[in-house]
């Protein structure tokens, strides 16, 4: 996408990871590329970052929202998203990972599961 489509869009149309990735303008095999040899949780961390880059339409916020989850068993057949809850953000505390707003929080944590998943769990899907 380009800067124009970053300034207006609609981001229920960033459903997959790699439209994600379209919209910071990185194909999948550079984020593999750039990924290779990453811990599992941190790939995890890498993808959720990239996330709500995208949800956020290109900005980094320090208020907002972010989806919350239940997480049983600590395994991804028992992970499924609550809701999103709205936070301020400091330094110490994800302020990268927050969404503008609930909605696009929501749609986020419903949408990318197993990345959120692969974050806080560590482990693949």
Do not use: C
């Not at 800067?3 to 919209?23: C, G, H, M, P, R």
């Not at 609930?102 to 419903?110: L, N, V």
């Amino acid at each position: 996408m380009d800067n124009s489509a970053k300034k207006e869009f609609d981001y229920k149309e960033i459903d997959t990871f790699e439209k994600v990735l379209q919209f910071k303008g990185e194909t999948l095999d550079q984020f593999n590329a750039r990924i290779a040899g990453m811990d599992v949780d941190t790939v995890g961390y890498e993808k959720v970052k990239a996330i709500a880059f995208a949800m956020n339409g290109g900005k980094h916020v320090t208020e907002g929202y972010y989806p919350w989850f239940y997480n049983a068993t600590r395994l991804f057949a028992s992970f499924s998203f609550i809701r999103s809850y709205r936070d301020i953000g400091s330094a110490d505390v994800s302020t990268r990972h927050l969404i503008i707003n609930g909605e696009r929080a929501d749609f986020a944590g419903k949408t990318f599961l197993k990345e959120y998943s692969q974050f806080i769990n560590g482990a693949d899907a």
